[in-house]
Structure formats: structure tokens, C-alpha cells
């Protein structure tokens, strides 16, 4: 159990275009999804946390206006880089969590790519 | 502030060869600790949760312990399958925090045959 599946897996797409990453908590209901971004060699950097029907809570330096995040379901968050520039490329994973104490189960990440 | 550490930050074993990674953390009321292999271009797979200090956990060639300071991860007998960068993570209620999780920078395992 406690499978997350993320969507796209890979995503290429030119610079000015929005893109959205869907994030689904297949066999179990999350009332917390996490966002975070990866660089090469570099551990995990969390961008924000999401309640179902709550708006999110950003981390400090992360802008809310270019990474719209949406918890519209126990089940599903979405993430949407909007108007994309070459330095937002980077590896985006989303996690789920059942509830506070149990671990955060993440999905494969998508790895963005903005030419 | 909560931190975790993790070393050593990379490590090469020949196959079989047993070998232990440490994490070591500061956190203010420890809620569990977790442990995720994350192998390249994917997200982290969770292993282990261990809440308090004495507890140990086992899966396959992995076992995990804890004590009121730092975490073991013993590799036993390890196979070249086993490489992968291990994630060493308590979560933080610091400032308001949700749970959020603290990472340690992992350390990377490879096992060559």
C-alpha cells in the first residue's frame, strides 16, 4: 500500500508556457501533500505543504504567484509552474502523508526541462 | 533549530561486504524517524520508521536502529542491487511546521560485485 503516482514523469516545453504536475495518492487518503525540488547531487528542498481544501503554506524564498499549488481532493494536488523560464528546470517531487507521525510517501518526480 | 546529519556522505563496499550508515540528529521531541532509498531519477522509497530510542527495524539485507541521538542503517552482506543514495529524515514542528521533513544530505552506496 501507500503508492503515490505523479504526473508527467517528464516534461519538456518552451520558456513563457505553463505547466501543471498532478500528484495522486492511489490507495489511501492524504490530508497532507508535500512539494519539493531537487537539484543534481543535492538533497530535497521543500517548496510547500498542502491540506486538502487549505490553501498552501510556502516555504520562505518560494513564490506562491509562480508555483500555484491546488489540494482539491484527499487524493490529488496539483502543481503549476506558471509563465516557465529556463531556471525553473529542475526535478519537482510531490509526497503524500495518511496523517501527522506517519511517514511521507513520494511519488517518481517529474523532471522539468524549459528550453 | 531541528537538524539532521548524515555521513558518511558517500560509500563504496564490495559485494558482501557489511558496512553501517549513520544519521545523527537534533530535534526538539523526536516523532519518529524515517529512512527512504532514493535511486537516480526517482523519488525516494520509504524503508524504515523508528520512534523511539532501542527500536529496530529489518527488511531484507537492511536494519535500522535508533538511539536518543543518532540512527543506524546496517547493510548486510550487501549486492551491487542495494546502490542507491539513503535518505535519513525526522520531521519538525518547529515554527509551525506541518510535519515537515528535515532531510540529511543521504549517503550515496555503491556496491560493486
Known amino acids: 500500500g501507500a503508492v503515490v503516482s505523479q504526473h508527467p514523469s517528464w516534461v519538456i516545453c518552451k520558456s513563457g508556457t505553463s505547466v501543471k504536475i498532478e500528484c495522486r495518492s492511489l490507495?489511501?487518503?492524504?490530508?497532507?501533500m508535500f512539494w519539493y525540488r531537487q537539484f543534481p547531487k543535492q538533497s530535497l528542498m521543500l517548496m510547500a505543504t498542502s491540506n486538502e481544501g487549505s490553501k498552501a503554506t510556502y516555504e520562505q524564498g518560494v513564490e506562491k504567484d509562480k508555483f500555484l499549488i491546488n489540494h482539491a481532493s484527499l487524493t490529488l494536488s496539483t502543481l503549476t509552474v506558471t509563465s516557465a523560464h529556463p531556471e525553473d528546470s529542475s526535478f519537482y517531487i510531490c509526497?503524500?502523508?495518511?496523517?501527522?507521525?506517519?511517514?511521507?510517501?513520494f511519488g517518481d518526480g517529474t523532471r522539468l526541462s524549459i528550453l | 533549530e531541528d537538524q539532521v546529519t548524515q555521513s558518511p556522505e558517500a560509500l563504496r563496499l564490495q559485494e558482501g561486504e557489511s558496512s553501517s550508515l549513520n544519521c545523527s540528529y537534533t530535534v526538539s521531541g523526536l516523532r519518529g524517524l524515517f529512512w527512504y532509498r532514493q535511486d537516480p531519477g526517482k523519488g525516494p522509497e520509504f524503508l524504515f520508521t523508528?520512534?523511539?530510542a532501542g527500536e529496530e527495524k529489518e527488511k531484507e539485507r537492511l536494519k535500522a536502529t535508533l538511539t536518543k541521538k543518532e540512527s543506524f542503517l546496517h547493510i548486510t552482506a550487501p549486492k551491487p542491487e542495494d546502490s542507491a543514495t539513503y535518505l535519513c529524515?525526522?520531521?519538525?514542528?518547529?515554527?509551525?511546521?506541518?510535519?515537515?521533513?528535515?532531510f540529511g544530505k543521504g549517503t550515496k552506496l555503491s556496491v560493486k560485485p
Open positions: 490507495d489511501f487518503q492524504a490530508t497532507t
Open positions: 509526497s503524500a502523508r495518511r496523517d501527522q507521525n506517519q511517514p511521507q510517501h
Open positions: 523508528l520512534y523511539s
Open positions: 529524515a525526522v520531521p519538525s514542528y518547529y515554527g509551525g511546521s506541518q510535519g515537515n521533513l528535515i
